[in-house]
């Protein structure tokens, strides 16, 4: 071989060499590009899951607050409306009470609660105390039980009370208290 064959044959072979060593090198490089990218990626896929989740937290913090303002608000809607209707419900009781006060069955009911209070007494004394609104059937009453009745300086709105004093009784059977009794359950 001469040395003109011999320096081609070298020269293949060198560029052979080169040529794998050079596919070698961009393999790895492809290879190094691949896995960096890939880290990349997984990096970017992160953040991005890590600010959805930031952003569905304060999508959530807001959506709790509006709701927990709109429950607020319903709830004094629904207190209001309440109000409004334990007004009117007391207003037309006692409406119906006055009515109630100017019939004969009243007069039944004061006689009753007059005996009763006398049955509780007994022997004892007692005070018993009929409305200033009922003044005018005092003696009617006094009559029709044989009890002393005293008119009351304040108005209870109907009914009866009595005081036994020497046992610290307070019997009330008045629709003032009845009434106020009533209003805690509503």
């Known amino acids: 071989m001469?040395?003109?064959?011999?320096?081609?044959v070298f020269r293949n072979f060198t560029i052979d060499v080169?040529?794998?060593?050079?596919q070698k090198l961009i393999a790895e490089y492809e290879d190094s590009c691949?896995?960096?990218?890939?880290?990349?990626?997984?990096?970017?896929?992160e953040e991005l899951e890590h600010k959805i989740?930031?952003?569905?937290h304060n999508i959530r913090r807001q959506m709790?607050?509006?709701?927990?303002?709109?429950?607020?608000?319903?709830?004094?809607?629904?207190?209001?409306?309440?109000?409004?209707?334990r007004?009117?419900?007391?207003d037309e009781v006692r409406r119906l009470l006055a009515e109630y006060q100017q019939t004969d069955k009243y007069q039944e009911y004061?006689?009753?609660?007059?005996?009763?209070?006398?049955?509780v007494a007994g022997e004892e004394e007692a005070v018993i105390y009929i409305n200033p609104s009922d003044a005018g059937r005092k003696a009617e009453l006094e009559a029709l039980t044989?009890?002393?009745?005293?008119?009351?300086?304040?108005?209870?709105?109907?009914?009866?009370?009595?005081?036994?004093?020497?046992?610290?009784?307070?019997?009330?059977?008045?629709?003032?208290?009845?009434?106020?009794?009533?209003?805690?359950?509503?």
């Not at 989740?53 to 569905?56: A, K, N």
């Not at 709790?64 to 209001?80: G, T």
């Open 64 to 85: 709790n607050s509006r709701v927990s303002r709109e429950m607020l608000r319903q709830k004094r809607l629904l207190d209001e409306c309440k109000r409004m209707w």
């Open 87 to 90: 007004e009117k419900l007391l």
């Open 146 to 186: 044989g009890a002393a009745l005293t008119v009351s300086s304040f108005d209870f709105g109907g009914g009866v009370r009595a005081v036994i004093r020497s046992r610290n009784i307070l019997i009330d059977e008045s629709f003032v208290t009845k009434l106020e009794q009533e209003e805690t359950y509503l």
């Open 34 to 45: 691949s896995r960096e990218i890939e880290a990349f990626r997984q990096h970017k896929l």
């Open 110 to 119: 004061l006689i009753a609660k007059i005996k009763m209070a006398m049955e």
């Open 18 to 22: 080169a040529r794998e060593e050079s």
């Open 2 to 8: 001469q040395i003109d064959e011999k320096l081609e």
């Open 53 to 56: 989740r930031i952003e569905e």
